[in-house]
């Protein structure tokens, strides 16, 4: 056995047992392991109204979600089999034609997917939630394929140079690399957020100091992002690692929604901040990532790996298929977190009417289904369900001290 | 018209729709002197034409009207019109010939006589009654980049077809270049070579001579003087016969095949070689202290810093070329010589003068003028190529030669900022490579 072997074997079991380890770290939670929910029924906690409403804006919101990972699919399919002839268009050597490969294939999956977006804002426009116009739209999301060209870049000269020099090894440094690249951009993201202001509220700045202490993160700021000019839906974000951490509210929950139920979402970005779901969305990324730049080489090992530029539009292919085929493990670790933030906003604020009434407002206002089907939830839950959200805020009344 | 360049023009057939012969620039042999007394006065003196100018395009306006309608209905312009507006455009470019220091002597009135710089016109030919009826709408690209290139020269606001005359006069004595446009700049920086030197430079005055060429035929395609659509080639201009020898230059072996796929995402796919060409900049000006330093107290650069920047602005032109759409493939990201369609040449290091190399960062101002100007044709070109490449799979050849003719230029910008070379920047069309202790090249490279 040659020590390149031995060197290889020992790397694969420090990967699993770090995998292992990870996995473990990232499952963690300080919800109660014997915390029984009490069984709702959404009827008996919506207003019927708003029951049915949310379930006629979800049922078409989720087909168009699914109508868009499909084309994506496709587009990257068709892709995989016919885009390495578009090698002849470039001049720039191995990396520099596969970076070429790479962006166009995100520029195929944009064509693709723009009337899937332009559907979901025609039926968010229908539904008064959204502000945007149709052109604007599809100028800021052509816009914004720009970023992602300069990340696939940016991956692709890693993963590239590292197959280059390592051969097939590539991914036992290239994923971890990759999970730094990722990191780094999660340090940098409260900067890259635009239109931020500080909390205007005296009153609501100050409970939002005073949370951050209680939850140990009192170096966090909560600022609000101005949006109306977009959208009607509220919504809210913990983002950052380390010294930039921040929590951002969009105007339209600070302005539309009452004070007690703003202190609830507080305190839920605030807990994410506690229990470092930042950090473990790293993980999980690396979990993630890990397997499938193995899967990515073994595939693409007939085209020559990702040695050659022609491999890259079936490594695409390849990572968009276990980027869907994970979904489920994603979003079930999402709501974990989720559910976490929840019992954290829950023990910050003390106030689970509040909680529950912002739940309601939620289904209200952004027609946010409070019970999805098992495969909805399965695919684009990233969230808890509203029923259940309200059923974890009875939990802990119940072990209320 | 004695000592023009050009032929006559073919007697069209009679009732048949034949395709129009080229509306032509004709200059007449310059020595390039001029008396400072008139350059100095030069907006002045034109005042009087300026005057005949404003009173004729009033009744060109409602002679282009009468022939829009003519022309509709039974598919021609009538000739007293055909000629009456004829006449107007070749007295706008005799004028601008005289007004952007293009020629020396004062112009005639009302175009009576042969100028120094004038234009052959095609006589009356069928019109297609859908171009005519469209032609505002089929003019908007040529009117774009014609004013790019000679500003308000193609503009016909305020009731007056006035020509460029009244944009000059009133912006550019008083220090005013908001308009930008390749003729101003060049024109404004051949005024102060005049009044100095009593001499034209080259290059300025054969850019400046394109640009009004240009501008008179989109001038005869909007006026309904000729149904053939504007040329932009700078390389079938007769302003572009003379090759000026310099030791930077760009060769060009694009086939002007374009990818739809690569146009549509251009400017997106440019994004990671714009950021990677940022940062080299940022190097190139690190290394420039240096480079200074040996060129000014050594009489020649070093080696190795030249050899870098040599790759800087190589790889500089092969990323806007690319940008620009003056080639179709995607660059490299080292700048490596031999690898791109559109490539700059550039010389090796050689003495340079001390004195040009201590001034170096004054003497480029005027040059930046002119890159400035060149850059928005560029951008222009760029643009209404970037519609034609994706409709047809093909970059337009007159654009990609002017595009090719800016990168040549901004490469000869950069080469001289960059002390690699101390031979100034040549605004003129065409070059040819002529790199120092080499014998002249016998014929003008293929820019085109």
């Known amino acids: 056995m040659s020590a390149r072997r031995v ?43 708003d029951l049915r409403r949310a379930r006629e804006f979800s049922r078409v919101e989720r087909l168009i979600a699914l109508g868009g990972i499909l084309a994506l699919l496709g587009a990257l399919w068709l892709y995989a089999r016919r885009g390495a002839v578009l090698a002849r268009e470039s001049a720039a050597g191995r ?66 140079a590292l197959a280059g020099r390592l051969g097939s090894a590539w991914p036992f440094v290239g994923a971890p690399a990759l999970v730094g690249v990722s990191a780094l951009f999660a340090l940098a993201s409260p900067w890259l957020i635009p239109d931020q202001h500080p909390l205007r509220d005296p009153s609501l700045a100050a409970t939002a100091r005073r949370f951050a202490a209680q939850e140990g993160v009192g170096d966090a700021e909560v600022r609000v992002q101005y949006v109306k000019r977009q959208t009607t839906a509220p919504n809210a ?30 305190g839920h970005e605030l807990g994410h901040l506690a229990h470092r779901h930042l950090l473990k969305g790293i993980g999980l990324s690396a979990l993630f990532l890990i397997p499938a730049a193995f899967l990515i080489e073994l595939l693409t090992r007939r085209r020559g790996g990702l040695r050659e530029p022609a491999a890259v539009p079936l490594a695409l292919l390849v990572l968009a298929l276990a980027q869907t085929l994970a979904l489920p493990l994603t979003t079930t670790v999402s709501r974990r977190f989720e559910t976490e933030a929840d019992w954290s906003a829950l023990r910050t604020t003390r106030d689970p009417a509040a909680d529950r009434a912002l739940f309601r407002g939620f289904t209200h206002r952004a027609y946010s289904d409070p019970t999805s089907p098992w495969w909805a939830h399965a695919l684009f839950d990233d969230h808890p369900t509203g029923l259940t959200r309200i059923e974890l805020a009875d939990a802990w009344e119940a072990r209320r001290p | 018209m004695e000592g023009l360049e050009g032929s006559p023009p073919a007697e069209p057939e009679p009732g048949r729709e034949v395709a129009a012969p080229p509306v032509r620039l004709l200059l007449a042999p310059d020595d ?40 509709l209905i039974i598919g021609r312009v009538p000739e007293g019109l055909h000629h009456f507006i004829a006449r107007f455009i070749r007295y706008v470019t005799q004028v601008n010939g005289y007004l952007y220091l293009v020629a020396e002597p004062w112009p005639p009135f009302f175009a009576d006589r042969p100028y120094a710089v004038d234009l052959e016109l095609p006589e009356r030919v069928r019109q297609s009654r859908w171009t005519v009826l469209g032609r505002l709408i089929l003019a908007l690209p040529a009117l774009a980049l014609s004013a790019a290139l000679a500003g308000g020269g193609a503009s016909f606001s305020g009731g007056s077809i006035s020509g460029s005359s009244s944009s000059f006069s009133s912006s550019s004595f008083s220090g005013d270049f908001s308009s930008g446009d390749l003729v101003t700049a060049c024109a404004f920086l051949a005024w102060w070579v005049g009044v100095l030197r009593a001499r034209a430079p080259r290059g300025l005055r054969d850019a400046a001579a394109y640009a009004i060429g240009y501008a008179a035929q989109v001038y005869a395609y909007f006026l309904l003087v000729t149904p053939r659509y ?40 440019a994004l990671p070689h714009l950021v990677w060409l940022a940062l080299w900049s940022l190097v190139a000006l690190l290394a420039l202290i240096p480079h200074s330093l040996g060129t000014l107290f050594g009489g020649r650069a070093p080696e190795r ?50 004195w040009i190399t201590f001034f170096r960062w004054l003497l480029i101002l005027p040059a930046f003028l002119v890159t400035s100007a060149l850059g928005a044709v560029q951008f222009i070109a760029g643009f209404l190529g970037w519609w034609a490449a994706l409709v047809t799979g093909r970059m337009p050849e007159g654009l990609r030669n002017l595009s090719v003719w800016a990168l040549r230029y901004n490469a000869q910008v950069q080469a001289y900022g960059l002390l690699l070379t101390d031979r100034y920047p040549y605004a003129g069309p065409v070059v040819t490579w002529a790199p120092p202790g080499a014998p002249p090249a016998p014929a003008p490279l293929p820019e085109g």
């Not at chain 1, 420090?14 to 380890?21: C, I, K, P, R």
């Not at chain 1, 473990?24 to 109204?49: C, K």
């Open chain 1, 237 to 266: 974000e913990a983002v950052g690692l380390g010294p930039g951490r921040r929590v951002i509210l969009w105007d339209t929950l600070v302005d539309g929604f009452p004070r007690r139920q703003v202190r609830v979402v507080i």
């Open chain 2, 230 to 269: 504007p040329d932009s080639d700078p390389l079938k201009s007769p302003a572009a016969e003379h090759a000026e020898p310099h030791p930077v230059a760009v060769a060009n072996a694009d086939d002007l095949r374009r990818s739809r796929i690569t146009v549509f995402f251009r400017g997106l796919l």
């Open chain 1, 7 to 49: 060197l290889l074997g020992v790397l694969g079991v420090a990967l699993a047992a770090g995998w292992v380890l990870l996995l473990l770290w990232i499952l963690r939670t300080t919800v109660p392991g014997d915390l029984g929910l009490p069984h709702l029924s959404a009827a008996g906690q919506f207003d019927p109204a």
């Open chain 2, 32 to 71: 390039l002197e001029r008396s400072r007394l008139t350059v100095f006065f030069r907006a002045l003196l034109a005042i009087p034409h300026f005057i005949a100018l404003a009173l004729y395009g009033l009744a060109v306006i409602f002679a282009v009207v009468l022939a829009w309608f003519a022309a």
């Open chain 1, 95 to 160: 990396i520099g034609t596969g970076m070429l490969l790479g962006m166009l294939g995100l520029g195929l999956t944009w064509f693709a997917q723009i009337p899937f977006g332009v559907a979901e804002l025609w039926w968010e426009r229908r539904h008064h939630l959204a502000r945007a116009g149709y052109l604007a739209y599809v100028i800021q999301d052509f816009l914004s394929l720009g970023g992602q060209f300069l990340f696939a870049c940016f991956a692709l000269l890693i993963v590239m």
């Open chain 2, 305 to 354: 810093i030249h050899a870098f920047l040599s790759r800087f602005v190589a790889y500089g032109t092969h990323v806007n070329a690319f940008l620009w759409l003056a080639a179709n493939p995607f660059p490299g990201f080292t700048g490596e010589p031999g690898t791109y369609p559109v490539e700059a040449q550039l010389p090796m290091a050689v003495r340079q003068n001390r």
